[in-house]
């Protein structure tokens, strides 16, 4: 099974200040024959389902707005928040879909 | 519109079972593969099975593998969970979700959620 990391667990940022999230997998999700990372992430507010924000590693959803984005191939990946809104306040999850279990990540509770 | 509605959740005793049920509509169901997702109260998410478009692949965490069976009929635009031998870590609220296509290649990344149904499993 691939396991999910994720760094830090939680993180206090002031309005308008970037915030990073890291995720790691213990194997590679880099699938060769389509060059595709198999790597989402998603944001949960309270009470709330989570929402996809990003899918292939680095592709964001359709109205996710601009200041989410997010890099990286192989086993260690980055969500960026370029300049936090009260509205972001969530925990942020990574999951890699490139082998079943299709596992997550731990989350990354995102504070102001 | 996408809408994804769960349904049959519910207080149940260690060992029983219970049979989720997700309604879809807005879209073609048959062409997406779809997912049970869980999440325990105050815990993260916990992926619990996918089946492609026609039912020709299906995937159990093994947490639930021998005990959960998922389903769907196409006709109906249904997805099901049936949950047997039931335990109290299964308490959590199951969520069904989308998948964009119709199976490994599209992705088993989830675009669209529904609201949640809780099943508690307690004596």
């Known amino acids: 099974d691939i396991v999910m990391t994720q760094s830090p667990d939680s993180l206090a940022v002031s309005l308008g200040e970037r915030a990073t999230i890291n995720c790691k997998s213990s194997?590679?999700?880099?699938?060769?024959?389509?060059?595709?990372?198999?790597l989402a992430w998603y944001q949960q507010k309270p009470g709330q389902p989570p929402k996809l924000l990003i899918y292939w590693a680095s592709t964001r959803e359709s109205g996710v707005p601009d200041r989410f984005s997010a890099s990286g191939s192989g086993t260690d990946f980055t969500l960026t928040i370029s300049s936090l809104q009260a509205e972001d306040v969530a925990v942020y999850y990574c999951q890699q879909y490139y082998s079943s279990p299709f596992t997550f990540g731990p989350g990354t509770k995102v504070d102001i | 519109e996408v809408q994804l509605v769960e349904s049959g959740g519910g207080l149940v005793k260690p060992g029983g079972s219970l049979r989720l049920s997700c309604a879809a509509s807005g879209f073609t169901f048959s062409s997406n593969s779809m997912n049970w997702v869980r999440q325990a109260p105050g815990k993260g998410l916990e992926w619990v099975s996918s089946i492609s478009s026609s039912s020709t692949y299906i995937y159990y965490a093994d947490s639930v593998k021998g005990r959960f069976t998922i389903s769907r009929d196409n006709a109906k635009n249904s997805l099901y969970l049936q949950m047997n031998s039931l335990r109290a870590e299964d308490t959590a609220v199951y969520y069904c979700a989308r998948s964009p296509g119709g199976g490994f290649w599209s992705g088993y990344y989830f675009d669209y959620w529904g609201q949640g149904t809780l099943v508690t499993v307690s004596s």
């Open positions: 194997q590679s999700v880099l699938y060769s024959s389509n060059n595709k990372n198999y």
